[in-house]
């Protein structure tokens, strides 16, 4: 069977987008490295809808998502306390003016208010941002939801099928790949995650220069445990984020280590940083580390996701470098995305959004 779009990649991004070009009535095949969807990315994400979260040209993206994840009960309601230190002021009025003259909901917190939603603030901690639309997002479910869709307008998913070619001849691409047969296809998507480039490349189209960074997060038994509903706290400096889940605390150093595509594991000096971090901000004990895990989060150079079709090489498109935004914007980014290759007006969802910041051909 031809195919018209042939996504390599099945976690969120590449499954939002099958969803969105099937409903669109394009017969669209997922080519799926490993012998489950999402088990990279997605599958380790400790996602939060965070409206600030990834600066002024990510909030466009997450906004316009906001509706279909609530709506479809993707989201929790939690929200959200940057804080600083004493010598974080500035920080903070920085934060304040970037997000002032957008719809984001955001206030200063301080004193006796910004003791009681984060019990044992140690005292140096003074500043806050309050942004009460931060919520969890059901990573799980949300992904789910995307391939049951998908598969109910005929896309077809083939797991254990990582890419070994791809070459392009009379207008049509031929995929081959490690334990199924070759897939022949009008446009090859690379929703690739971490291996983006690395597909890049085995189709002869030029690297972007996506790359991958760890993630580390730990989940910590503290005494006391923290309060079931405690905002998610962000450090205003970019050194650590933590979240109350289940009665223990889900906890990050915020690192970012450039790492090679592969199934990546946390390290124990991560692990240290993300507990010792945690020690300076709180005056809770920790008794254990019960799990740690890691994921690669994949940034294009300017750090801004890329959507569209390559300007050089004619039926590859990208759908890549989401970083860790990618679960909290896959509603909006797999529908402007999906009308982009369609070439499909945009609807009320993605109206608002500049597509041309998004886009490959601003890497020359």
């Known amino acids: 069977m031809n195919y018209d779009f042939a996504i390599v ?14 409903d669109g009535g394009a017969r669209v095949i997922l080519l799926e490295a490993e012998d489950r969807p999402g088990y990279h990315a997605t599958g380790r994400s400790a996602a939060f809808w965070d409206e600030c979260y990834g600066g002024p040209e990510i909030s466009p993206l997450t906004l316009a998502s906001g509706p279909y994840l609530q709506d479809h009960g993707f989201l929790k309601q939690r929200g959200a306390l940057y804080i600083g230190r004493r010598a974080d002021a500035r920080k903070v009025d920085a934060f304040l003016a970037e997000f002032g003259s957008t719809p984001v909901t955001i206030e200063r917190l301080a004193g006796e208010e910004l003791r009681r939603k984060v019990p044992g603030l140690r005292e140096d901690w003074i500043h806050a941002i309050w942004e009460p639309g931060c919520a969890d997002i059901d990573v799980a479910g949300l992904h789910q939801h995307y391939l049951s869709k998908g598969r109910a307008n005929g896309a077809v998913l083939r797991c254990g099928a990582k890419v070994t070619s791809a070459r392009r001849y009379a207008g049509k691409w031929t995929i081959t790949s490690e334990r199924t047969e070759a897939v022949a296809a009008s446009v090859l998507v690379n929703a690739a995650g971490a291996w983006a480039d690395t597909i890049a490349q085995i189709a002869s ?3 972007l220069g996506i790359e991958p960074l760890r993630r580390t997060v730990v989940q910590a038994r503290t005494s006391p445990a923290p309060p079931l509903d405690m ?17 223990k605390l889900w906890l990050s150093p915020h690192d970012e280590v450039p790492s090679k595509p592969g199934d990546v594991a946390a390290e124990e000096i991560a692990v240290a940083e993300a507990v010792d971090r945690l020690q300076q901000v709180v005056n809770w004990q920790v008794e254990a580390v019960e799990r740690k895990w890691a994921g690669l989060r994949s940034f294009a150079p300017d750090r801004l996701p890329v959507y569209g079709y390559d300007p050089h090489v004619e039926g590859f498109a990208w759908f890549a470098g989401q970083g860790g935004y990618g679960i909290q914007t896959a509603p909006a980014a797999a529908r402007l995305c999906a ?7 945009r609807d009320a969802m993605t109206r608002s959004l500049d ?7 601003r890497f020359g």
Request: hydrophobic share 50%; no cysteine.
């Open 9 to 22: 990649g099945a976690g969120i991004a590449g499954a939002s987008l099958a969803a969105e070009l099937t």
């Open 205 to 207: 189209v030029h690297p």
């Open 231 to 247: 905002p998610l706290v962000l450090d205003i400096a970019g050194g650590f984020y933590f979240k109350p889940e289940a009665g």
């Open 339 to 345: 009308q982009m290759l369609l070439d499909n007006p």
């Open 355 to 361: 597509a041309s910041i998004y886009a490959p051909d």
